[in-house]
C-alpha cells in the first residue's frame, strides 16, 4: 500500500492553526505520515472559519476538536454532510464547556469524584436560600463543606479557580489560573468570602502531597500519566533549561487504567485529557480537558502515531495488517545516538555521616522534631458572674445550662470581645495595684481577656480559645409553671500565646535548606532531583497545635525550596496526626509520682547522696542534672522575678502616654495572621519602644504578674517548682525578643532559671532512667510504632527493587494496616464497557500504589532518568517536647528493660554523656534516623540494612550568654541558629536494623494495633509481580472470552 498514493486514507485535520502547527501534533502527524499509508490534509483557518462545508475537502477520517475560535457546530454539519471516520465525536465537546455536564457525565458512567455540590444561580449576587456561608465553611441544599474546600465556575473556559483556606490555618484564598510566566497561582490572606457573581461547583480540597496527575490516552486501551508540582503547594512552575515545565510519567493503578477507559468512552473522545487526584489509595477525575497532547515525548510521540494508525487502519482498511514493523519508518536512517538521560550525581546515594563502601545507598530518612521558637504559652482563669457572659455561654451551647461552650471561631470571640469590652471600665486605673482584693483582680482578669482578644486586630482561631464552664445555678419558674436551673456563676478559661514567631518560622526554613544540603546527595540538588522525578516518597505529620504545623510547613517550604506564604503549603503537604503526636494523658499519674518525687528531692538536706545506680554514671542517679545549691537559689529567684515584674509594671502604666507621645508614631494594628508567613521583625515596633510581636505591655506585666504569684505562696511559704520551667520560659523569650526593653536583672535571671530549669524538666519525665523509659515508652508508644512500620515497610520495597524473582507469585499478607493496594475488580464477561485490554507496551510487571499513603511512582518506560527504580523515603513528624524527652529517653535507656538484659544501649556512652550534659532540648530539637542499604552484602545477611541516629539540640542557647559585638549583632535577628546533629553512636559502628527492632519493640505499638484503613484493599508488595501477573490473567480471560464470542 505504501508508495501508491491513490490509495492511502486521507486523514483531514480539522482543527485551528495554533493546535494543527503544536509542536505535539506536527510530530505525531509526521510519524503517521512516514508509514506511507496516509495523506494528511490541513484544512486552515480560512477555510474552518470562511468556507462553507460543502467546499471544505473530503476525508477519510477526521481529526477535529474544540480550541478558542473553533466553529463546532459547523464541523458537527460538516460531519453529518460527509460522514468521515471521527477520532473524537463532536457532539460531546459541547459537554466539555459547563463543568456540571461534566460531573454529571461522570457520575453517570460511576468514575470517582470528589465530593461537590452546585450553585446555580439565574443573574449575578443572586440570593439563594440553598446557599450559606459561615466563617469556615458553606452549606449547600444541606450539604457542608469546610474549608478548605474548592470553588470552580461552571464555564469549562473560566479557569479562575479558589480555594479558600480555614482560620486555624491562617485563612485567606489561593487563586488557580493557567501559566502566566513563572506563576500558576497566587494567595491572597485577606480575603475569606467566595464569589456571587456568578454559578459555581464547591467540592471537596482534596490533598495530594502536592503533586496533580495528568492522564493522557490514546484510544480508550492506552493512558500515558504524568505528574508535577501541584499549583496549589507556591505557584511557582517548576521549568528545565528550555523553559518547559518539569513533569515526569508515572505510574498508573489498574483501577486508574480502568477510569481511563471509561472516560474516553462516557464522552466518546479517544483521543483526550483529565485530571487525576490520589489521596490515600483512591483516586477521583476532577477534570476532562478533551484532546490533549503530551509534551517533549519521543517515546509517547512513537506511541500515539502508532496506535492512530491502527484506529484509522482499523475503521477504514480492516483487511489490512495494522502490526507495527520492527523498525518503525521515521528510524530507519536515524544514527544510534548514546542516552541522554539526565544523569544522578552518584550511582548510589552515600551517606555523609561516614559510609561503609561506594555501595551503600540510602534508602530512608526519619526525623523527629520540635517545633520552632514560639511565644510563652498562657492561661487565664476568673470566674464570672456576669449576666452577658452567662447569655453568651447558653448562646453557643444550644441553651443546655449544664454543659461547657467552647469559643475559638472569629465570631464567636468577636461576640466574647463586644460583650466584654461593655464589662471593663474604659479607664486603665487599677490594674496595677496590689491590692488582692477580689473585685479588682476580677477587673484586672477581663482587662486582660479583652486585650487578648484585641491582640493582631483579627481573629485566628489557631492561636486563641475560651471556654466557659457553668458552675452555680438558681431554680426559677417559667412562665407556664415548669422550674428550670439557670446558671448564675461561670469559670472562664482563656488560653492564648504558644505563637510561633518570626524566629521560629525562620528556624524551621533554615532547617529545612540543612536537610536538604546534608542529609541527601548532591549538596542539596539531589534530593530536589529526587523529589522532582517522584522517587522521593515525602511525608510530614503534625500534631494539632498550630505552632507545630506552621513549624511543619516552614520546615517544608526550606526543603523543597518552596516560595510564598506558609497556608497553602501547610494545607498541601501536612497531615495532622494528633494521637500520635499529641498528649500527655497516658503518662499523666506516673509523671506525677515523678514530679513529687523530685519536689522530695529538691528540698532534702541529702539529696546529692541519693543514688539509685552504678555511681560511675553520673545520669543513673535520682534526680541526676539537678544543682547541688537547688534550694539555696530558689529565695534568689523569687527576688529577681519581682524586680522584672516591677519594671513591666511602670511599662504598662505609661503605656498610653508613651504612645500618644508625638515622637513614637502611630501604628497599625499588629496582624497575628499575616505574622505567621515573616520572618523578620517589625522593626517599626521595636524602634517605638513596644514589646515584639503582638504582646503589648498590659498582657505582658500579667504574663510576668502571674508567674511572681505562682511560684512562690507568701502566706503558706511554699515555692511551686512546677513553675521553674515557666518562668525560664518568659526569661528566654525577653531576653531574645525583647532585649531593647532594658530590663534589669534579666540576665542574671535567665542564669539562674537555666540552672534550674536544667535539672526540673529532664526529672519531670523520669527520676531516673528506668522511669525515664516507663514514661517515654507511655507518651512516644505509637511514634515509636510507626517508625519501626516506615523502616521495615522501606526495607521491604527495597529488597523488591533489587530481587524480584525471589519474591512469591502469590499476594503476601500485609502486616501494617495503614497500607494496602487497590483492588483488582474480576470483570464479567459479558461486561464489555467496564474492562480496559492491555494497553500499548503492558507486558511489564506493573507497578501499582499499595500504600494507603498516597505515593507517585515514575515510569521507567518514558522516564529520562537512570536508576528510575530508585527510592528513598522521607518521614518528617513534627511535635513538642514532650515527644522528643520521651523518644530520646526510649532510645538511650531501652537496654534497662528486663525483657533486654544483657544488650548494649542503642547510644554509646560518649553520646550518652553528651545528652546528659545537654541543658535543653530546645526549639527545633530533633532526632534522625538514617537506613542504608548495603548492596553488596547478601540478602539474608543483618549487615544489609543498618541504622544511623544522630540527634541536635537545636537553637544555641550559648549566644544569649555571650556578650561579644559579633553574636549582638546575630541576635538582632531575634533568631538563635540551630545546632548541627551529633552521632549518637561511635563512629564505624554498625547498628543493624534488626537489632533496632530488636531493642525498640517492647516500647512501641504493635503494627497490629494501629486502625485500619478506612477502605479494605489487597496488598501485593511494592514492584512486585503478583499485581501485575493478576491484571494479565484477568485482560486474557477477557480477551479469551470476546475471541470465542466473535467466532
Same mark, same amino acid.
Given at each position: ?138 452549606? @449547600? ?10 470553588? !470552580? ?11 479558600? *483556606? ?24 485577606? @480575603? ?30 492506552? $493512558? ?41 468512552? $462516557? ?27 503530551? !509534551?517533549?515525548?519521543?517515546?509517547? *510521540?512513537?506511541?500515539?502515531?502508532? &496506535? ?23 528510524? &530507519? ?55 452577658? &457572659? ?102 472562664? @478559661? ?62 517544608? !517550604? ?22 500520635? =503526636? ?115 505591655? =498590659? ?27 515557666? @518562668? ?43 522511669? !525515664? ?89 518514558? $522516564? ?41 544501649? &542503642? ?141
Amino acid at each position: 500500500m505504501a508508495g501508491n498514493a491513490t490509495k492511502r486514507i486521507k486523514v483531514g485535520v480539522c482543527v485551528m492553526e495554533k493546535k494543527a502547527t503544536s509542536s505535539p501534533m506536527r510530530k505525531i502527524l509526521e510519524r503517521l505520515e512516514a508509514f506511507g499509508e496516509f495523506e494528511i490534509i490541513n484544512f486552515g483557518d480560512k477555510v474552518i472559519l470562511e468556507d462553507p462545508v460543502e467546499s471544505w475537502p473530503i476525508c477519510d477520517c477526521l481529526i477535529a476538536f474544540y480550541s478558542t475560535g473553533f466553529p463546532l457546530k459547523k464541523a458537527q454539519t460538516y460531519a453529518a454532510l460527509r460522514k468521515p471516520f471521527l477520532v473524537n465525536e463532536l457532539e460531546p465537546q459541547h459537554l466539555l464547556h459547563d463543568r456540571r455536564k461534566v460531573y454529571e457525565r461522570l457520575e453517570l458512567f460511576g468514575i470517582p469524584v470528589p465530593k461537590y455540590a452546585l450553585v446555580n444561580r439565574e443573574y449575578p449576587y443572586q440570593e439563594l436560600y440553598s446557599f450559606v456561608e459561615h466563617e469556615d465553611y458553606v452549606e @449547600v441544599h444541606g450539604k457542608r463543606f469546610w474549608k478548605p474546600f474548592v470553588e !470552580k465556575p461552571v464555564d469549562g473556559d473560566n479557569h479562575s479557580i479558589m480555594i479558600y *483556606y480555614p482560620s486555624s490555618a491562617g485563612g485567606g484564598m489561593k487563586v488557580l489560573f493557567r501559566k502566566v510566566g513563572n506563576r500558576s497561582s497566587e494567595f491572597h490572606p485577606e @480575603v475569606s468570602r467566595v464569589r456571587r457573581e456568578s454559578s459555581y461547583i464547591y467540592e471537596e480540597f482534596i490533598p495530594t502531597g502536592g503533586t496533580d496527575v495528568k492522564v493522557y490516552t490514546v484510544g480508550p486501551d492506552y $493512558a500515558h500519566a504524568e505528574a508535577r508540582k501541584s499549583p496549589v503547594v507556591d505557584g511557582v512552575v517548576m521549568r528545565n533549561p528550555d523553559g518547559k515545565e518539569v513533569r515526569y510519567p508515572v505510574l498508573l493503578t489498574p483501577a486508574e487504567k480502568q477510569m481511563a477507559w471509561e472516560v474516553c468512552g $462516557a464522552f466518546q473522545q479517544a483521543v483526550c485529557g483529565f485530571d487525576l487526584l490520589r489521596c490515600k489509595g483512591r483516586s477521583y477525575v476532577c477534570d476532562v480537558n478533551g484532546w490533549s497532547f503530551v !509534551k517533549n515525548s519521543p517515546k509517547y *510521540y512513537d506511541d500515539a502515531a502508532c &496506535l492512530l494508525r491502527k484506529i484509522f487502519l482499523d475503521a477504514k482498511a480492516p483487511h489490512l495488517s495494522s502490526t507495527i514493523p520492527p523498525i518503525l519508518p521515521w528510524k &530507519l536512517n536515524e544514527p544510534i545516538q548514546p542516552s541522554e538521560g539526565l544523569a544522578r550525581l552518584e550511582s548510589g546515594i552515600i551517606g555523609t555521616f561516614g559510609t561503609f563502601g561506594q555501595s551503600e545507598e540510602l534508602r530512608c530518612v526519619i526525623a523527629i522534631i520540635r517545633h520552632g521558637d514560639r511565644t510563652p504559652k498562657q492561661k487565664v482563669k476568673l470566674k464570672v458572674t456576669e449576666e452577658k &457572659l452567662l447569655n453568651l455561654m447558653l448562646k453557643y451551647n444550644g441553651g443546655n445550662t449544664k454543659s461547657e461552650t467552647k469559643l475559638k471561631s472569629a465570631v464567636q470571640l468577636q461576640d466574647l470581645l463586644d460583650a466584654t469590652r461593655l464589662l471593663v471600665p474604659r479607664a486603665s486605673s487599677g490594674y496595677g495595684s496590689d491590692s488582692e482584693a477580689e473585685g479588682i483582680e476580677h477587673a484586672e482578669k477581663l482587662q486582660q481577656v479583652k486585650a487578648v482578644l484585641e491582640e493582631g486586630g483579627h481573629f485566628s482561631g489557631i492561636y486563641r480559645k475560651v471556654q466557659l464552664k457553668p458552675l452555680k445555678w438558681i431554680k426559677e419558674t417559667k412562665s407556664d409553671g415548669d422550674e428550670f436551673e439557670r446558671p448564675i456563676e461561670a469559670l472562664m @478559661v482563656l488560653k492564648y500565646g504558644g505563637v510561633l514567631t518570626h524566629a521560629g518560622r525562620k528556624q524551621a526554613e533554615e532547617l529545612g535548606r540543612y536537610f536538604r544540603n546534608n542529609m541527601y546527595p548532591g549538596e542539596g540538588t539531589g534530593l530536589l532531583r529526587l523529589h522532582s522525578t517522584y522517587r522521593h516518597d515525602l511525608k510530614i505529620y503534625s500534631s494539632d497545635e498550630g505552632r507545630v504545623q506552621m513549624s511543619a510547613a516552614a520546615f517544608a !517550604k526550606g526543603l523543597l525550596d518552596l516560595e510564598g506564604q506558609l497556608t497553602p503549603i501547610l494545607v498541601s503537604l501536612v497531615s495532622k496526626e494528633s494521637s500520635m =503526636l499529641d498528649g500527655l494523658v497516658d503518662a499523666r499519674a506516673e509523671m506525677k509520682i515523678a514530679k513529687s518525687r523530685l519536689h522530695d528531692i529538691i528540698m532534702s538536706e541529702g539529696m546529692s547522696t541519693m543514688e539509685n545506680g552504678n555511681s560511675g554514671f553520673p545520669w543513673m542517679i535520682d534526680g541526676a542534672g539537678l544543682p547541688a545549691n537547688f534550694s539555696q537559689l530558689l529565695p534568689t529567684l523569687v527576688q529577681l522575678t519581682k524586680k522584672i515584674t516591677a519594671q513591666v509594671k511602670l511599662l504598662a502604666e505609661s503605656e498610653d502616654e508613651n504612645l500618644a507621645n508625638s515622637k513614637y508614631p502611630a501604628l497599625a494594628a499588629y496582624d497575628q495572621a499575616k505574622a505567621l508567613g515573616k520572618t523578620t521583625i517589625d522593626v517599626a515596633r521595636i524602634a517605638s519602644g513596644l514589646p515584639c510581636g503582638s504582646e503589648c505591655f =498590659l498582657l505582658m506585666f500579667a504574663r510576668w504578674k502571674k508567674l511572681q504569684r505562682e511560684l512562690y505562696h507568701e502566706r503558706k511559704e511554699r515555692y511551686d517548682i512546677t513553675q521553674i520551667p515557666d @518562668v525560664y520560659d518568659s526569661c528566654k523569650y525577653d531576653l531574645l525578643h525583647n532585649t531593647h526593653l532594658n530590663l534589669d536583672g534579666l540576665p542574671e535571671l535567665f542564669k539562674v532559671t537555666q540552672l534550674l530549669a536544667d535539672g526540673v524538666v529532664h526529672n519531670e519525665y523520669g527520676i531516673n532512667p528506668k522511669q !525515664k523509659l516507663k514514661i517515654g515508652s507511655m507518651i512516644a508508644r505509637r511514634l515509636l510504632g510507626k517508625i519501626l512500620i516506615d523502616l521495615r515497610n522501606t526495607r521491604e520495597e527495597a529488597i523488591n527493587i533489587y530481587e524480584p524473582n525471589d519474591l512469591p507469585e502469590t499476594p503476601s499478607i500485609n502486616t501494617n494496616k495503614e497500607e494496602s493496594e487497590v483492588q483488582v475488580r474480576t470483570p464479567n464477561k459479558n461486561d464489555k464497557t467496564r474492562w480496559p485490554s492491555s494497553t500499548c507496551e503492558n507486558s511489564q510487571d506493573d507497578v501499582d500504589d499499595d500504600d494507603k499513603e498516597t505515593k507517585y511512582r515514575l515510569d521507567p518506560k518514558y $522516564a529520562n532518568v537512570k536508576s528510575p527504580e530508585r527510592h528513598v523515603r522521607t518521614r518528617l513528624y513534627f511535635t513538642s517536647e514532650s515527644h522528643i524527652h520521651s523518644l530520646v529517653n526510649v532510645l538511650r535507656y531501652c537496654n534497662l528493660d528486663e525483657s533486654l538484659y544483657g544488650e548494649d544501649s &542503642l547510644v554509646s556512652i560518649s553520646a550518652l554523656e553528651k545528652l546528659f550534659l545537654t541543658r535543653e532540648l530546645d526549639y527545633m530539637s530533633n532526632i534522625v534516623l538514617r537506613m542504608f542499604e548495603n548492596t553488596e552484602v547478601p540478602l539474608e545477611d543483618p549487615k544489609r540494612f543498618r541504622i544511623e541516629m544522630s540527634f541536635s539540640h537545636g537553637a544555641n542557647l550559648e549566644l544569649l550568654e555571650n556578650s561579644d559585638k559579633e553574636v549582638s549583632s546575630l541576635l538582632q535577628e531575634h533568631t538563635l541558629p540551630i545546632m548541627a546533629p551529633e552521632r549518637l553512636q561511635e563512629a564505624g559502628a554498625c547498628l543493624t536494623l534488626d537489632k533496632f527492632e530488636k531493642m525498640v519493640r517492647p516500647f512501641a505499638m504493635p503494627a497490629e494495633d494501629f486502625p485500619p484503613p478506612s477502605f479494605q484493599q489487597t496488598f501485593t508488595g511494592y514492584f512486585s509481580r503478583s499485581g501485575a501477573m493478576f491484571e494479565r490473567l484477568v485482560r486474557l480471560f477477557y480477551k479469551n472470552t470476546t475471541n470465542a464470542t466473535k467466532q
